[in-house]
């Protein structure tokens, strides 16, 4: 395709909405309130944004300027900056990262639309906490009923892609984005208003440093990386349809500022209600699923109608953040199977779906029906979270920092960040340093972690 011909994103808006959407997911509504709930709280938060400062927005620009210099899909973009090297399996890893998080994340985001189901039926109503514990376990064992729904939700997000950037990916997350944070806000206000919800906020707002310790940093820079849609080139594929006026530094501090905006406010609809009926938020990943749907009909007990509204709008939000997420994983690997095999759009997106599906129906059935089959002593789910989320995101992000930081013409990064000279570029140097030095550094500081080397 002719660098002219290619799609853009239409707006200033739109790029900011898309790239936040890629960015808020299952990871600031799901995983972000587990790991605060279990790191200690506000202690967990503020080192949180400091990793999000020090390395998410570095590394961010460097996916946005390699992205939209390049103005091709991730595998080719480093193929263009850096002709005949090894630099191309950057770009080639993030694709199949891509394609695999796509998979088992469809599976958790297909379990949104079952709660949406059963909480617009009222199916919450008059449970007790093991009747929630029973239902969660006989349903994502179930052979069928997950896989149904997985198949749905990559459906949405097929439809989505193919009607293409600017009329798919950008008008869709220009009315999910808005009734996104409209919903938070919402739930935010109930919330904190419970009787009992104060201890709930001052978990959130008074740090505990007594709980701080190695793991709580690198859980924070892992969880960084995962919310803000890092190491794979998702942002990279997204900033090939930014415009030359796009401002990068700009757009990463907006994304970043949405998303961990985001994480909080969850933090804010889910522990005040929590702690609101007595229920410590540590629950690990079941808290949404499990814990979540007892704490809203005990909250408000009284109120049948605030629970079935809280549970519905809650559910609805879980899902409306996962879509948004899983357009940008499905562009990563469509735009990839069109511009490097001259396939149409449409059959590039038919594939990925295709096999998007067929992996996903396997993780889904390895949660149930296949459990005992393992490899590593993990199930295809377990092991498709853990090759991607702890190896190919860090090693994709290190990847990124050090050839941004030491291999790329740095008149290129200068060119891009300040947009040919137009644009002030007062972090310029503090930017190249973090990228050769300190993200490298403590990215592999987390890698050695999570596999147990350290
Ligand atoms: N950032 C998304 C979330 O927080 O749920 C997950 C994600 C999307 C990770 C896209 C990686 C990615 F490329």
Request: net charge positive; aromatic share 14%.
């Amino acid at each position: 395709m002719a660098k002219n011909d290619r799609a853009h994103f239409g707006s200033k808006l739109g790029v900011i909405l898309a790239s936040a959407g890629s960015a808020v997911g299952l990871g600031n509504i799901w995983r972000f309130p587990y790991e605060t709930g279990n790191h200690g709280g506000a202690a967990f938060i503020l080192i949180y944004l400091g990793c999000v400062v020090l390395l998410g927005l570095p590394i961010m620009i460097a996916e946005f300027l390699i992205g939209r210099h390049s103005r091709a899909n991730t595998a080719r973009a480093f193929q263009i900056l850096a002709p005949s090297t090894q630099w191309r399996w950057v770009g080639r890893m993030g694709v199949l990262a891509g394609l695999l998080i796509l998979s088992y994340y469809s599976v958790v985001a297909g379990w949104t639309l079952e709660y949406i189901t059963e909480a617009v039926t009222n199916g919450f109503a008059g449970k007790s906490p093991a009747d929630f514990i029973a239902s969660f376990q006989s349903f994502s064992s179930n052979p069928w009923k997950p896989i149904f729904w997985l198949i749905i939700f990559l459906l949405a997000t097929h439809y989505i892609i193919v009607r293409g950037v600017e009329k798919g990916i950008e008008k869709s997350s220009k009315i999910m984005m808005p009734m996104l944070f409209i919903i938070i806000l919402i739930l935010v206000a109930c919330s904190v208003t419970l009787p009992g919800a104060e201890k709930g906020i001052e978990f959130l707002l008074k740090p505990d440093f007594s709980k701080v310790d190695g793991s709580v940093f690198l859980g924070a820079m892992g969880q960084a990386f995962f919310s803000l849609s890092l190491g794979m080139g998702c942002l990279c594929t997204y900033a090939s349809y930014f415009g030359k006026d796009t401002n990068l530094t700009k757009t990463a501090l907006s994304v970043g500022v949405i998303d961990t905006l985001v994480a909080i406010l969850a933090g804010f609809i889910i522990f005040p209600a929590a702690f609101s009926v007595g229920i410590q938020p540590d629950a690990g990943p079941s808290l949404i699923f499990i814990t979540l749907p007892n704490v809203f009909q005990q909250a408000f007990s009284g109120m049948p109608v605030l629970a079935y509204l809280f549970s519905v709008m809650f559910y609805v939000l879980l899902a409306v953040a996962a879509l948004t997420s899983t357009i940008s994983l499905h562009e990563v690997v469509t735009a990839y199977l069109h511009e490097e095999f001259h396939l149409t759009r449409g059959k590039a997106a038919r594939l990925v779906t295709g096999c998007c599906i067929f992996f996903g129906i396997f993780c889904s059935l390895s949660l149930g029906v296949t459990k005992e089959y393992t490899l590593f002593g993990l199930s295809m789910f377990d092991l498709f979270d853990f090759t991607t989320a702890k190896i190919m995101l860090p090693l994709g992000g290190m990847c990124i920092s050090i050839f941004t930081g030491w291999h790329l013409n740095k008149s290129i990064v200068w060119e891009e960040i300040s947009n040919n000279g137009s644009l002030k570029t007062p972090f310029y140097k503090l930017l190249i340093f973090i990228l050769k030095f300190i993200a490298p550094i403590a990215i592999a500081f987390i890698f050695i972690h999570e596999l147990g080397l350290l």
